[in-house]
């Protein structure tokens, strides 16, 4: 099928062959032809964009439209190095002749680029340094059904782009995470280690959306003041719960690609259930109300205190306790004197695509609901990175064929693990229903509520964000998703 979608490219695209803009794979060979926005576009353009202004201006000519969003890569209240992305989002109908056009609709098209501080000005970090990365970009294919991943990189005098891989590539490059006795990742590309699904992510993707511009709230530049071409982009920024939606478009449209879970479900079993036994991604929540508001209270998602699949609520502690512990373990925002991030609490949770790769799973009918609360309520205080939960993904037999429930219940019990015989347990306990885990689920929230803020929860809160650096979805030797020494998130001892 490849072979044929790669021909009928060639034949509705010729000039795909010899375009002013090549495409390379990661080898340095000329990538085959691909039916995506970007590539098709490169085709047509008459001169290669080798910069972010360049590729700007061809989109804008294509007549597409695109919205660029802001964030703050050293936190919010640290503008003074002048770092900042922009993640910009493409929409429109593309034209190629009067018989072929592609419609780009939201979530399916999204490139990042940088910024630098530069003789006292923010300006766009495009100096085309060799191995520089000027672009990051992430496009739907509209014959793969799955996105694609490109690269501009500088080589000293001009740039090249490069075609990484796709969302299968992706998942083959992450298949043995948490399931070998070291950790192993694949080199096809380095987005891996970050869009672990193959799809688009934001990390704060929830209000109020840490560190991003919004309308509600800019970004501030501090001494520095933005360059001509900065201001103009800022003029334009489209609020960061306007990119949430189109991320949460994108990878909606990729998990409802029927060769996605095609591609899905000729995985081992254990890959397929990775996300509800372990972690793959993650996103960050905080209290809605900014670190500098002056509320006695604030109020944050229960989602990193259990499974929202479980139960979810808001909870509302005291900030005077908040600051307390704060203090007391000397806590600091890095390169600042500022005791923590923009708003309080700030802590990784589970992903959407893990919550939404679930969710899946029961509609398909591979597991049932009760199954699901069978294996969340293990450890279930640790809604996020539960090595106990995490070391059972190891039990299940690989395949789905035959009767793999039978089988796993059966390695559960000859396990000596303590969590594996819990779980045997639970499986075959018919007095835990659905209605039984929803209920305490909503009881131990109740129980946080009246308790209000203490110590351990506190030290949960440090444990979580520690847990995000150590685990195994830090250890790809091409990077991991908080992007240490590029993105400063978390407060720390000092």
Same mark, same amino acid.
């Given at each position: 099928?490849?072979?044929?979608?790669?021909?009928?490219?060639?034949?509705? $695209?010729? %000039?795909?062959?010899?375009?002013?803009?090549?495409?390379?794979?990661?080898?340095?060979?000329?990538?085959?032809?691909?039916?995506?926005?970007?590539?098709?576009?490169?085709?047509?353009?008459?001169?290669?964009?080798?910069?972010?202004?360049?590729?700007?201006?061809?989109?804008?000519?294509?007549?597409?439209?695109?919205?660029?969003?802001?964030?703050?890569?050293?936190? !919010?209240?640290? @503008? *003074?190095?002048?770092?900042?992305?922009?993640?910009?989002?493409?929409?429109?109908?593309?034209?190629?002749?009067?018989?072929?056009?592609?419609?780009?609709?939201?979530?399916?098209?999204?490139?990042?680029?940088?910024?630098?501080?530069?003789?006292?000005?923010?300006?766009?970090?495009?100096?085309?340094?060799?191995?520089?990365?000027?672009?990051?970009?992430?496009? %739907?294919?509209?014959?793969?059904?799955? $996105?694609?991943?490109?690269?501009?990189?500088?080589?000293?005098?001009?740039?090249?782009?490069?075609?990484?891989?796709?969302?299968?590539?992706?998942?083959?490059?992450?298949?043995?995470?948490? /399931?070998? =006795?070291?950790?192993?990742?694949?080199?096809?590309? !380095?987005?891996?280690?970050?869009?672990?699904?193959?799809?688009?992510?934001?990390?704060?993707?929830?209000?109020?959306?840490?560190?991003? %511009?919004?309308?509600?709230?800019?970004?501030?530049?501090?001494?520095?003041?933005?360059?001509?071409?900065?201001?103009?982009?800022?003029?334009?920024?489209?609020?960061?719960?306007?990119?949430?939606?189109?991320?949460?478009?994108?990878?909606?449209?990729?998990?409802?690609?029927?060769?996605?879970?095609?591609?899905?479900?000729?995985? =081992?079993?254990?890959?397929?259930?990775?996300?509800? $036994?372990?972690?793959?991604?993650?996103?960050?929540?905080?209290? #809605?109300?900014?670190?500098?508001?002056?509320?006695?209270?604030?109020?944050?998602?229960?989602?990193?205190?259990?499974?929202?699949?479980?139960?979810?609520?808001?909870?509302?502690?005291?900030?005077?306790?908040?600051?307390?512990?704060?203090?007391?373990?000397?806590?600091?925002? @890095? *390169?600042?004197?500022?005791?923590?991030?923009?708003?309080?609490?700030?802590?990784?949770?589970?992903?959407?695509?893990?919550?939404?790769?679930?969710?899946?799973?029961?509609?398909?009918?591979?597991?049932?609901?009760?199954?699901?609360?069978?294996?969340?309520?293990?450890?279930?205080?640790?809604? /996020?990175?539960?090595?106990?939960?995490?070391?059972?993904?190891?039990?299940?037999?690989?395949?789905?064929?035959?009767?793999?429930?039978?089988?796993?219940?059966?390695? #559960?019990?000859?396990?000596?693990?303590?969590?594996?015989?819990?779980?045997?347990?639970?499986?075959?306990?018919?007095?835990?229903?659905?209605?039984?885990?929803?209920?305490?689920?909503?009881?131990?929230?109740?129980?946080?509520?009246?308790?209000?803020?203490?110590?351990?929860?506190?030290?949960?809160?440090?444990?979580?964000?520690?847990?995000?650096?150590?685990?195994?979805?830090?250890?790809? @030797?091409?990077?991991?998703?908080?992007?240490?020494?590029? !993105?400063?998130?978390?407060?720390?001892?000092?």
């Amino acid at each position: 099928m490849t072979k044929f979608i790669l021909l009928s490219l060639t034949l509705l $695209f010729p %000039w795909a062959t010899w375009s002013a803009c090549p495409v390379l794979n990661s080898n340095g060979s000329l990538a085959s032809a691909k039916r995506d926005g970007h590539y098709l576009m490169l085709t047509l353009a008459q001169s290669c964009p080798e910069n972010v202004l360049s590729y700007k201006n061809l989109l804008l000519n294509s007549g597409l439209t695109v919205k660029p969003s802001m964030v703050a890569n050293r936190g !919010r209240n640290n @503008p *003074e190095m002048g770092s900042f992305s922009f993640f910009e989002e493409v929409t429109g109908l593309l034209k190629f002749s009067s018989n072929f056009s592609l419609n780009l609709k939201r979530g399916e098209f999204f490139f990042g680029h940088f910024t630098a501080k530069q003789n006292g000005e923010i300006v766009l970090d495009q100096a085309q340094r060799k191995g520089q990365l000027l672009i990051e970009l992430i496009a %739907w294919d509209d014959s793969k059904k799955l $996105f694609n991943f490109y690269e501009l990189i500088g080589i000293g005098s001009g740039a090249k782009w490069f075609y990484r891989g796709d969302s299968q590539d992706i998942l083959q490059d992450n298949q043995f995470l948490y /399931l070998s =006795s070291s950790p192993q990742f694949g080199k096809r590309l !380095r987005c891996s280690a970050c869009h672990t699904s193959g799809g688009p992510i934001m990390k704060e993707l929830a209000p109020p959306h840490n560190d991003w %511009w919004t309308q509600k709230r800019p970004l501030s530049f501090g001494s520095a003041k933005p360059s001509a071409t900065v201001s103009k982009w800022v003029g334009n920024l489209q609020s960061a719960e306007d990119f949430s939606f189109s991320v949460q478009q994108g990878t909606q449209k990729l998990f409802s690609s029927s060769i996605y879970q095609q591609i899905k479900s000729g995985l =081992s079993l254990r890959e397929q259930l990775r996300p509800l $036994f372990c972690d793959t991604e993650i996103n960050l929540i905080s209290s #809605l109300a900014p670190s500098s508001g002056g509320s006695r209270n604030f109020t944050v998602s229960s989602s990193g205190f259990l499974n929202p699949l479980m139960a979810q609520t808001q909870l509302n502690f005291s900030t005077a306790a908040y600051t307390a512990f704060a203090s007391k373990y000397k806590l600091q925002f @890095p *390169e600042t004197g500022f005791k923590d991030a923009d708003h309080l609490w700030l802590a990784p949770v589970k992903s959407y695509a893990d919550l939404l790769s679930i969710e899946i799973l029961v509609r398909k009918g591979l597991i049932d609901l009760k199954f699901v609360y069978d294996v969340l309520s293990l450890d279930a205080k640790n809604s /996020l990175f539960s090595a106990e939960r995490c070391q059972l993904l190891k039990l299940l037999p690989t395949s789905t064929s035959g009767g793999w429930k039978n089988q796993f219940a059966l390695n #559960l019990k000859a396990s000596p693990l303590p969590a594996a015989q819990a779980l045997s347990s639970a499986l075959t306990d018919k007095t835990r229903t659905v209605g039984f885990y929803q209920k305490s689920a909503q009881d131990y929230l109740i129980t946080i509520q009246k308790q209000g803020l203490n110590e351990e929860l506190f030290l949960k809160l440090l444990k979580d964000r520690n847990a995000v650096f150590s685990s195994e979805i830090s250890k790809n @030797p091409m990077g991991q998703i908080l992007e240490p020494g590029f !993105r400063v998130i978390f407060p720390v001892p000092h």
